[in-house]
């Protein structure tokens, strides 16, 4: 009967022991110290996240000051007068399964069981927002490594770390001052299977990795083409490539405003059937229809330069200009010095069989590892050798001769070394050193020493280029001062001799040669140098005037400012055919 009915109060008033399990510290009676005397098993004094799993009714809050409480919220919506409404801060499990045997929580549980079947679904759709969020942040993980070019092979790994993070913040978040001696990394107690079939329900695997990121793809790409559409204009960069298997591809990236700042966004790899400028610009066209593109907010296209693309009559620009009149274009200025390069190595023979001559001495060193041993050891007992690699010509790329000459240059007293040793040890390729030595004279080192001095120059030009915030203004300045520079070092004019590099000098002056033992193709190749850098790199009225929306090039002086930028409007007016536009008729341009 006692478990149905309280126990009526002794003769002094008080309870018997035991009456009021929402208050376990009652008065100090003799049964209490008895009670207090007995050895219990030691029980949990902190807060345990896993609580509100076994308990729902259970939830954890701070006060004002800090001090941890716990509560029970079917209570407080019963509206219930009992120590989990008004706060708990007695963190034990006894304490928990005390509360659930009060009347007052029972009859509170039985009714949300037997009469509000819809908590029940709320239940449900708890837990499902506990999955949901597990879900978000598997994905989440996925898009890191999307966006950071990492491979998907360490999405579990990153996985487990994240999971890691949120245990240890857990287990030392709860913990009572004073700060206990941490255990054992998470990682050794509950280190997952790698297995890809043990956990693929967890979505944890790569391939779910993979998954996720093409869930998400089509949305990501959704908002940047409706960015893309809202912008007042864009371009378009196109660059083709060819796989191993000899495919042919053409990459297709956007530039467009976004809170008045331009961006870079990848769009997409079209795979080209024909590689005619037809069949391209056919391609390009269904592209952005599918996708949903706006044509003709398309302003500028950027190219690498091929004849497919930049030809002036039948070219992928001048098709797709048709279609749109008012677009600009221009093409990779890596590959405008690439060819800049290689038509000054075209006009000047002698340079031409230079690069050939790079090429065998890479060839000779790189196909036998007892000749580069030897100009290792070489390298290393000479203290003004740094030690550079003979680095391999790439043809298509401008900066590979300039860093291959930068090496050589450092390195020549070294190769000749160990050319002249292989020729002694008369092994195999002494007939080979013995010709490259022939072709290692004085004129090939005077031109190794000119060439190191022309792309100290070239390469203060191309770094320039590559900035990320360079101006038109900045290219205008920058091409005239190269081209200053190149004719007041290798070229002169009629009053005034060339001034030379220090490389060049240097190099004359140990050898007490003089000026005059400089030969005339280096004259030949800087002004070859000029006349393509100038022809590559033309003059463009339009591309100059826009120079008037960039604030750094406003004039200091009111008088000047009076007169700026009338010009460059004018030109910019012509082009966008100004006149045309005021002449239509208002209706039309409503």
């Given at each position: ?5 309280q ?20 008065d ?8 207090q ?44 007068n ?9 963190f034990?499990?006894?304490?928990l ?13 039985k ?12 239940g ?6 506990v ?11 996925a ?16 996985n ?12 030392i978040?709860?913990q ?10 998470l990682?050794l ?7 890809t ?11 779910a990795?993979l ?22 204009g ?5 660059d ?7 495919d ?9 405003i976004v809170?008045?700042?331009?961006v870079?966004?990848?769009l ?11 069949s ?7 592209f ?11 302003f ?11 030809g ?7 098709k797709?200009?048709n279609?749109n009149?008012?677009?600009t ?16 190595a ?10 050939s001559t790079l ?15 030897n100009l ?10 740094p ?22 240059h ?25 010709k490259?030595l022939?072709?290692?004279?004085p004129n ?6 000119f ?16 900035g ?17 520079a ?18 060049l ?20 190749f800087?002004s ?20 008037i929306?960039?604030?750094?090039q ?7 400012i009076n007169?700026y ?26």
């Amino acid at each position: 009967m006692e478990k149905y009915f309280q126990s009526a109060s002794n003769s002094k008033g008080k309870r018997k022991e035991g009456d009021n399990i929402e208050h376990p510290i009652g008065d100090s009676s003799k049964s209490h110290k008895k009670i207090q005397n007995k050895k219990y098993k030691k029980e949990r004094n902190d807060w345990d996240p896993k609580w509100p799993q076994t308990y729902p009714w259970l939830v954890r809050r701070e006060d004002e000051e800090g001090n941890p409480f716990m509560y029970c919220v079917w209570c407080e919506e019963g509206k219930v007068n009992n120590i989990f409404t008004k706060g708990c801060n007695k963190f034990k499990k006894d304490y928990l399964d005390n509360h659930i045997k009060t009347d007052t929580h029972s009859s509170i549980a039985k009714l949300r069981n037997n009469t509000n079947q819809p908590n029940i679904i709320a239940g449900f759709v708890t837990q499902l927002g506990v999955e949901k969020s597990k879900i978000i942040t598997l994905m989440r993980n996925a898009y890191f490594c999307s966006k950071h070019n990492l491979a998907l092979n360490i999405y579990p790994d990153l996985n487990n770390l994240v999971e890691y993070q949120i245990k240890n913040y857990d287990e030392i978040h709860y913990q009572k001052p004073p700060t206990k001696v941490l255990p054992p990394p998470l990682y050794l107690q509950t280190l997952p299977s790698t297995s890809t079939s043990s956990n693929y329900a967890t979505y944890k695997n790569s391939k779910a990795g993979l998954n996720f990121i093409e869930s998400f793809s089509c949305i990501i790409e959704r908002q940047v083409i409706d960015k893309i559409n809202k912008s007042t204009g864009w371009s378009i960069l196109l660059d083709e490539s060819t796989t191993i298997t000899i495919d042919k591809h053409l990459a297709i990236i956007s530039k467009h405003i976004v809170g008045n700042e331009p961006v870079l966004r990848y769009l997409g790899m079209i795979n080209l059937e024909e590689c005619d400028a037809n069949s391209i610009t056919k391609d390009i066209e269904i592209f952005l229809n599918v996708k949903g593109i706006s044509f003709k907010s398309l302003f500028h296209i950027g190219s690498d330069g091929a004849s497919v693309m930049t030809g002036k009559h039948n070219g992928v620009v001048t098709k797709l200009k048709n279609k749109n009149p008012f677009m600009t274009s221009i093409h990779c200025i890596a590959h405008r010095f690439a060819l800049v390069g290689k038509d000054s190595a075209n006009d000047v023979p002698y340079f031409k069989e230079y690069e050939s001559t790079l090429k065998r001495l890479y060839s000779y060193f790189s196909r036998s590892y007892n000749r580069l041993k030897n100009l290792r050891m070489i390298q290393a007992d000479d203290d003004d050798d740094p030690g550079l690699a003979i680095l391999k010509l790439v043809s298509t790329r401008w900066l590979s001769l300039s860093q291959t000459v930068s090496n050589l240059h450092q390195t020549l007293n070294s190769i000749i070394s160990s050319l002249q040793t292989d020729i002694l040890v008369n092994d195999d390729g002494a007939d080979l050193a013995k010709k490259l030595l022939e072709e290692l004279d004085p004129n090939f080192i005077l031109a190794t020493k000119f060439l190191a001095d022309l792309f100290d120059v070239l390469q203060r030009l191309i770094k320039a280029f590559q900035g990320d915030f360079i101006t038109l203004s900045d290219v205008h300045y920058h091409l005239n001062s190269t081209i200053l520079a190149i004719q007041t070092m290798f070229i002169g004019d009629d009053n005034t001799p060339p001034t030379y590099g220090k490389h060049l000098l240097e190099y004359i002056e140990s050898n007490n040669l003089s000026i005059s033992s400089i030969p005339n193709s280096f004259s030949q190749f800087s002004s070859s140098i000029i006349q393509n850098i100038e022809k590559r790199f033309p003059d463009s009225d339009f591309h100059y005037s826009m120079r008037i929306f960039d604030a750094q090039q406003l004039p200091l002086t009111q008088t000047l400012i009076n007169q700026y930028g009338e010009k460059e409007i004018e030109i910019v007016g012509e082009f966008y055919a100004y006149n045309y536009w005021v002449q239509l008729p208002r209706s039309i341009l409503m």
